[in-house]
């Protein structure tokens, strides 16, 4: 039993993985069973539908992987620093560090989240629980620093959506601008928040 739970697992793993890769070259689209079975090297599109509840079974277990591998990506580099102005300043590095090294894992992510692939299944275009919660973490942030004295005053809730916009708004910049210098963009967006967020 073992032996078939650790297989199953594997084998679900490598269906998650062909799909991240269509999707994030083919895009939501055209990535059908037969383009994911292919890519993964499977017989039949039924090795698919026997371990997924169709595509938005799928889609939603693509989102989960490619987030959880970005925040413990993330949660490493944030968890080596202390005090809320250093945090954020790592949150804001670490999450365009790990768009730049993975292109196709944003870019699937992205497509499945505007066809509905949110754990939960919202049809909202990318503005679900997983958006909020970012959101969230970012505010909580910006308020502790508020509240220890690193940031000055502003809305937090405001300032939150805005570091997340111009951090989601990197890898669009980036289909267009192949080559783009994330270390370049990072520190003047770093420059940029640090303004925002100092003492009148």
């Known amino acids: 039993m073992q032996a078939k739970t650790f297989t199953e697992n594997a ?3 490598q269906i998650v993985r062909a799909a991240i890769e269509t999707i994030g070259e083919l895009g939501y689209a055209k990535a059908s069973f037969g383009q994911i079975a292919k890519r993964a090297g499977l017989s039949s599109t039924g090795m698919i539908s026997y371990h997924f509840d169709g595509k938005a079974d799928l889609i939603a ?3 989960r992987d490619v987030l959880t591998t970005s925040l413990a990506y993330m ?9 809320p102005a250093a945090e954020l300043r790592v949150y804001i590095e670490s999450n365009l ?3 730049a090294e993975h292109p196709v894992e944003l870019t699937a992510l992205l497509e499945s989240l505007r066809h509905g692939g949110a754990p939960g299944g919202e049809a909202d275009g990318g503005t679900g629980e997983w958006y909020h919660g970012a959101i969230d973490v970012l505010e909580t942030c910006l308020r502790e ?6 940031f000055g005053r502003f809305d937090p809730r405001v300032m939150a959506i805005t570091i997340r916009q111009a951090i989601d708004g990197f890898h669009t910049e980036s289909i267009r601008r192949p080559g783009i210098d994330v270390a370049a963009y990072a520190a003047e967006l770093v420059r940029i928040v640090e303004r925002a967020t100092a003492h009148d």
């Open 61 to 63: 277990e693509v989102v």
């Open 11 to 13: 084998r679900r793993a």
């Open 75 to 83: 949660r490493e580099r944030i968890d080596a620093v202390d005090g």
């Open 97 to 99: 560090a790990f768009i």
């Open 145 to 150: 620093g508020q509240r220890t004295g690193d």
